[in-house]
Nanobody
Framework: DVQLVESGGGSVQSGGSLRLSCAGS????????MAWFRQGSGEGREAVAA??????????ADNLKERVIVSISKDQARATLDLQMIDLEPSDTGTYYC??????????????????WGQGTQVTVS
């Protein structure tokens, strides 16, 4: 079965940067869609960025695209999706989740479309 494990969260000063990593294992398909979402306290789950390994297209959320870089490495059943964010603001505080679904990205920015999720990693910006 697919497993996702996020790492790299913590406390960051405003204006700083962070790097999160999502280690995926158990992928049975060469082509997968992987994404980062985040959720603030009392808020819904918001897309940050998504990547399709088949054509390596990257989609960043419109309100974040200037501050987000994603990259991926994939080898057989393992995939690692990294997220870099710069110029962090307190509004970036929340739990960051990694998600994936086999095959090409279709509804890549819709959290309901994904069927595998990590446990999340907390990011606090002050």
């Amino acid at each position: 079965d697919v497993q996702l494990v996020e790492s790299g969260g913590g406390s960051v000063q405003s204006g700083g940067s962070l790097r999160l990593s999502c280690a995926g294992s158990g992928h049975q398909y060469q082509r997968v869609c992987m994404a980062w979402f985040r959720q603030g306290s009392g808020e819904g789950r918001e897309a940050v960025a998504a990547l399709d390994t088949g054509d390596v297209t990257i989609t960043n959320a419109d309100n974040l695209k200037e501050r987000v870089i994603v990259s991926i490495s994939k080898d057989q059943a393992r995939a690692t999706l990294d997220l870099q964010m710069i110029d962090l603001e307190p509004s970036d505080t929340g739990t960051y989740y990694c998600a994936t679904r086999p095959g090409r990205c279709v509804e890549r920015m819709n959290h309901l479309w994904y069927n595998y999720w990590g446990q999340g990693t907390q990011v606090t910006v002050s």
